[in-house]
């Protein structure tokens, strides 16, 4: 597990940081705020036995880890829901991650990989300066709609500091 508290990492934050070895991440996972290191080995553990490369890094937020592995949701859901880990309060895929400066053009980059699943609600992490309004706005500007049925899934954006990612919310506890 790596820990994203020394002073070169912490300084840059998650955002391609070269000394982030969870940049970009497979996953984000929000956790029990102040239980961020038993969550690290939580996650861990649960993903090690198949693969042992796995790698959890705490972020400059508080109660947000990235993970990288190299395990599909599908598995990586069914290890989580066998041992549920107690301090997981959510769990998302990541789509894609756009620099927080060109956003938009990313998004339009990105739209049918978007419009490719199935996404019936929106859920906005507002920090970094990323409001629910701002991105709602910038999804109505690049001519992206979220689906009317309510079996879909939820679209999750959560902003790092000068990167925004994208993700698909597997688990929510």
């Not at 820990?3 to 840059?12: G, P, V, W």
């Not at 890094?57 to 107690?86: F, H, M, Q, W």
Request: glycine share 6%; net charge negative.
């Amino acid at each position: 597990m790596c820990k994203l508290e020394d002073s070169a990492s912490a300084s840059i934050g998650v955002e391609g940081s070269m000394e982030n070895l969870c940049w970009p991440p497979t996953y984000v996972a929000t956790v029990t705020y102040g239980k961020e290191e038993f969550a690290e080995l939580e996650i861990g553990d649960a993903f090690f036995s198949l693969d042992p490369e796995i790698k959890v890094c705490r972020t400059s937020y508080g109660g947000v880890l990235l993970v990288k592995t190299s395990l599909t949701e599908d598995i990586a859901t069914k290890l989580l829901l066998a041992n549920p880990p107690s301090t997981l309060h959510r769990f998302m895929k990541v789509i894609f991650c756009c620099e927080s400066t060109r956003l938009a053009e990313c998004l339009r980059n990105n739209i049918t990989v978007l419009s490719g699943i199935n996404f019936s609600s929106l859920r906005v992490s507002e920090r970094s300066g990323v409001s629910h309004e701002y991105i709602v706005e910038l999804l109505n500007t690049v001519g992206y709609r979220l689906s009317r049925g309510k079996q879909g899934l939820t679209l999750s954006v959560e902003p790092f500091r000068s990167f925004v990612c994208f993700a698909k919310q597997l688990l929510n506890f």
